[in-house]
């Protein structure tokens, strides 16, 4: 069997000429599901071909992720050996390795280091790293290296050829961290290559996005507009302070909170079992992607979807590596509804979903692009692939509160965006039009703002 030889895009192509164009520097910011992982290892292959380059090390912020990048190593790389280090490969098995896994092979064999970061930026790995010409540090996920924890590694490694992967690159209200990857990568390279773009060159698939209205109850109206008056406090002295510093603990926390009120209101759960009940059909092996805050939410909803005699299958951090694989694996094959929490959020592919339910959503852009992409990945195997996205958005029966406007203005603006590129725009606008005059909100002021967004890649099991 002959197969199609491989080619790149004209988008990945343009990305690596100009990496290399500003001497090999840059951010690749490209919309989820544009190939970015095969542009960094065609950016390796150029390194280790034409440069003669002999080591690379792949930063990646997750064991699954670890596994993606392994598999599109193999099948476009070869004569390259590859050493994991992180999650299943414990401290023991790769600290008295990381000198000979970054040093000048003598046999001219090329050597990649697929690692996770909470290991690599490890003191126990980059002080170990061997620098010269022949290395090249790429990070997938490149937001995640502006987290506290990587500094050290961005101030200690300094090797001249350097890339990074994202959708989307900034770390809202941190921007000491945007600073310290600005640094060390540069700027993004040229050419954008949007969601609208990827669609177009169907790249991904079309898809249509439905919003469900979610009305707080009257504890939790007063309990947001209670904790609101004291982030407005707290924002207040942070703003005041006219130095360049990270959020506050205490603000980011109680933005933690309040995000929870929306997140988990009481409501969400019979919503949730309505969408599922009018639209799922196991007869047609539809793939479900339901997004939850936590377990104890996923808890709630598994119990209430089981009582539908619904059977679905739960994916989250806490579960063993080998039951997250088995949970896919039936997933592909069998199709059905799938309970998560954050973990299937960065780069993990799962091109058979084909719904997703979004019951708890963050003002943080980068998730919900990350959330919407999952669901618009092509499949190989369903060439007539369309995605259907339900959304909750949470309103409140108060319409006149500054802060309840402030917390249906951050739903609404998600909603616009999710909203510009389906293929049912136009009706999915009209309800989205009715709130802002329900609520009294200026559609045109309903535009991202980074003040209620907050990073959690520190928090992150990883």
């Known amino acids: 069997e002959i197969s199609e030889p491989f080619h790149l895009r004209k988008h990945q192509e343009l990305a690596i000429e100009n990496w290399i164009k500003n001497d090999y520097r840059g951010i690749v910011e490209h919309a989820t599901g544009s190939g970015k992982t095969i542009t960094g290892i065609y950016a390796i292959k150029h390194f280790f071909e034409e440069v003669g380059g002999t080591n690379a090390i792949i930063i990646v912020p997750s064991i699954i992720l670890q596994s993606q990048w392994l598999k599109e190593i193999n099948e476009h790389l070869t004569n390259v050996d590859i050493h994991r280090v992180g999650g299943k490969r414990g401290r023991d098995r790769w600290e008295k390795n990381v000198i000979s896994y970054t040093s000048k092979a003598r046999s001219g064999k090329k050597q990649i280091v697929l690692g996770l970061r909470q290991s690599v930026c490890s003191k126990n790995f980059y002080e170990k790293i061997q620098h010269s010409e022949h290395l090249m540090v790429l990070v997938d996920e490149v937001h995640t290296m502006g987290a506290s924890q990587s500094r050290y590694f961005l101030e200690k490694t300094h090797p001249k050829y350097r890339l990074g992967l994202s959708a989307t690159y900034e770390r809202a209200n941190d921007f000491l961290g945007t600073k310290r990857i600005l640094d060390y990568f540069c700027e993004p390279i040229e050419p954008e290559y949007g969601l609208a ?39 207040a002295k942070y703003k005041a302070d006219k130095k360049k510093k990270p959020m506050p603990r205490k603000l980011k926390q109680l933005l933690i909170r309040r995000s929870e009120i929306s997140k988990k209101a009481k409501n969400k759960i019979k919503e949730a079992i309505k969408i599922i009940l009018d639209n799922y059909n196991s007869e047609t092996k539809q793939r479900w992607l339901v997004y939850c805050q936590d377990i104890n939410q996923l808890e709630e909803l598994r119990k209430e979807i089981s009582k539908a005699n619904i059977v679905c299958s739960k994916y989250y951090a ?8 088995d949970t896919l694996k039936d997933f592909y094959k069998n199709g059905g509804i799938l309970l998560s929490i954050k973990c299937l959020d960065e780069g ?115």
């Not at 806490?318 to 694989?325: A, L, R, S, V």
Request: glycine share 0%; charged share 40%; aromatic share 10%.
């Open 318 to 325: 806490e579960i063993d590596d080998d039951t997250k694989k």
């Open 197 to 235: 773009e990827a669609i177009s060159d169907k790249r991904l698939v079309q898809y249509d996005y439905f919003i469900h209205r979610v009305s707080l109850n009257a504890e939790e109206e007063e309990l947001w507009i209670e904790q609101s008056k004291e982030i407005s406090r707290e924002w």
């Open 348 to 462: 993990v592919d799962i091109p058979a979903a084909d719904h997703a339910l979004i019951i708890a959503s963050s003002s943080n852009k980068r998730e919900y692009i990350q959330r919407r992409g999952r669901v618009l990945r092509i499949d190989k195997d369903n060439f007539f692939k369309r995605a259907k996205i339900f959304d909750l958005i949470t309103i409140a029966h108060n319409t006149s509160d500054k802060y309840i406007k402030s917390l249906v203005s951050v739903e609404l603006t998600r909603a616009s965006e999710f909203a510009e590129n389906a293929r049912n725009h136009s009706t999915a606008m009209f309800d989205i039009k009715e709130l802002f005059l329900r609520f009294e909100i200026e559609e045109k002021k309903s535009i991202y703002v980074e003040d209620n967004d907050i990073e959690y890649e520190e928090d992150k099991d990883e």
